[in-house]
């Protein structure tokens, strides 16, 4: 369920005098005025993957950087959807749903920025012991699938190179809202998860499960996802901004790098409806995935890129040919 953010600033001054009274006021305008609104838009509800996020607002890292940054969540249509609009300067997106825009008739005005994650930590989870721990293991089982062509042809991909029949996969809806329950329930045996948030719940909650990721079947599905997007005309107009976010950005995720309990505490102060011990456990895990061995958070890695996207024009998956090095840019973070 998703739930809008609302951003409270409470402002409290002791009123010595008339003059300090004024002083106060004019110097608290003077201040706003020097600070430049941004809105980012989340691509769900608030978890880990955005803890860096909500460091820097509450670490002050933007206020510093002269930014008076607002967190929305997403419309219906998407995260992609606003930033390109230009109602966001920034937003959250994954290199693979980034397809069908990123050219042709259909391109829309966003930039992949950032990698939020270094590695894609997306995988198949299942009930441990019933031999799904290789993609070959899904034959004959039920799988809850979005029905998405990349989707589906990744798994096809892990299946078949496993040595598997993907025709024997039962491909049923998704009506996932709670990975434990679903498996618990045994309504499906195998669940598309990124492990980071649904497969340490599923440790936190007990339930022993197999599990293998993409990444490690086909190195060309170690994409990037999620990662941060720009508005380009933003990006072209102000690039120092975009710049000062996002050198702002980072240092929250570096925080979280550092010391993951108290990012943690912050994410769960940001949004008290969430579980800490999932956050908690949640955060020690992401913590050396958020830069991996990347030399810098944030840096994307042009051969990981277009390797990937190297895959959707070779399988006919992108209708227009998606050239190289399309979609993202590292020269906005730190130098």
Same mark, same amino acid.
């Given at each position: 369920?998703?739930?809008?953010?609302?951003?409270?600033?409470?402002?409290?001054?002791?009123?010595?005098?008339?003059?300090?009274?004024?002083?106060?006021?004019?110097?608290?305008?003077?201040?706003?005025?020097?600070?430049?609104?941004?809105?980012?838009?989340?691509?769900?509800?608030?978890?880990?993957?955005?803890?860096?996020?909500?460091?820097?607002?509450?670490?002050?890292?933007?206020?510093?950087?002269?930014?008076?940054?607002?967190?929305?969540?997403?419309?219906?249509?998407?995260?992609?959807?606003?930033?390109?609009?230009?109602?966001?300067?920034?937003?959250?997106?994954?290199?693979?749903?980034?397809?069908?825009?990123?050219?042709?008739?259909?391109?829309?005005?966003?930039?992949?920025?950032?990698?939020?994650?270094?590695?894609?930590?997306?995988?198949?989870?299942?009930?441990?012991?019933?031999g799904l721990d290789?993609?070959?293991?899904?034959?004959?089982?039920?799988?809850?699938?979005?029905?998405?062509?990349?989707?589906?042809?990744?798994?096809?991909?892990?299946?078949?190179?496993?040595?598997?029949?993907?025709?024997?996969?039962?491909?049923?809806?998704?009506?996932?809202?709670?990975?434990?329950?679903?498996?618990?329930?045994?309504?499906?045996?195998?669940?598309?998860?990124?492990?980071?948030?649904?497969?340490?719940?599923?440790?936190?909650?007990?339930?022993?499960?197999?599990?293998?990721?993409?990444?490690?079947?086909?190195?060309?599905?170690?994409?990037?996802?999620?990662?941060?997007?720009?508005?380009?005309?933003?990006?072209?107009?102000?690039?120092?901004?975009?710049?000062?976010?996002?050198?702002?950005?980072?240092?929250?995720?570096?925080?979280?790098?550092?010391?993951?309990?108290?990012?943690?505490?912050?994410?769960?102060?940001? &949004?008290?409806?969430?579980? #800490? !011990?999932?956050?908690?456990? %949640?955060? @020690? =895990? $992401?913590?050396?995935?958020?830069?991996?061995?990347?030399?810098?958070?944030?840096?994307?890695?042009?051969?990981?890129?277009?390797?990937?996207?190297?895959?959707?024009?070779?399988?006919?998956? &992108?209708e227009t040919e998606? #050239? !190289?090095?399309?979609?993202? %840019?590292? @020269? =906005? $973070?730190?130098?």
């Amino acid at each position: 369920m998703k739930k809008k953010i609302t951003a409270l600033f409470l402002c409290a001054g002791m009123m010595l005098s008339m003059t300090a009274c004024g002083n106060q006021a004019e110097d608290k305008k003077t201040e706003d005025d020097k600070q430049e609104k941004i809105t980012f838009v989340l691509d769900w509800t608030p978890n880990t993957n955005h803890t860096g996020l909500y460091v820097a607002q509450a670490q002050g890292y933007f206020e510093k950087a002269g930014l008076e940054v607002e967190i929305v969540q997403p419309p219906e249509d998407g995260a992609d959807a606003l930033v390109a609009s230009g109602k966001a300067q920034f937003g959250v997106s994954f290199q693979d749903s980034m397809a069908p825009g990123v050219t042709g008739e259909n391109a829309l005005p966003t930039t992949a920025v950032a990698a939020l994650v270094q590695h894609n930590t997306s995988g198949i989870i299942s009930r441990k012991g019933e031999g799904l721990d290789t993609p070959k293991g899904m034959e004959g089982k039920k799988y809850a699938t979005w029905d998405g062509p990349i989707e589906k042809a990744m798994i096809e991909n892990v299946v078949e190179q496993d040595g598997g029949d993907f025709s024997k996969v039962e491909m049923i809806p998704s009506t996932v809202t709670d990975e434990v329950s679903a498996l618990e329930s045994k309504s499906v045996d195998a669940i598309w998860v990124f492990y980071a948030w649904a497969g340490i719940a599923t440790e936190v909650a007990g339930l022993d499960t197999d599990y293998f990721a993409f990444k490690d079947i086909n190195p060309t599905f170690d994409y990037y996802t999620p990662v941060v997007i720009a508005n380009n005309t933003f990006l072209e107009e102000e690039p120092d901004t975009a710049k000062a976010f996002l050198k702002a950005l980072g240092k929250g995720y570096e925080f979280a790098i550092e010391d993951p309990e108290k990012a943690a505490e912050i994410l769960c102060e940001a &949004s008290p409806e969430l579980d #800490p !011990e999932l956050v908690k456990a %949640s955060q @020690e =895990y $992401l913590k050396d995935q958020y830069q991996a061995e990347a030399e810098q958070w944030g840096y994307i890695d042009p051969k990981r890129w277009n390797a990937f996207y190297q895959w959707l024009n070779e399988t006919g998956l &992108s209708e227009t040919e998606i #050239p !190289e090095n399309a979609g993202f %840019s590292n @020269e =906005y $973070l730190p130098e």
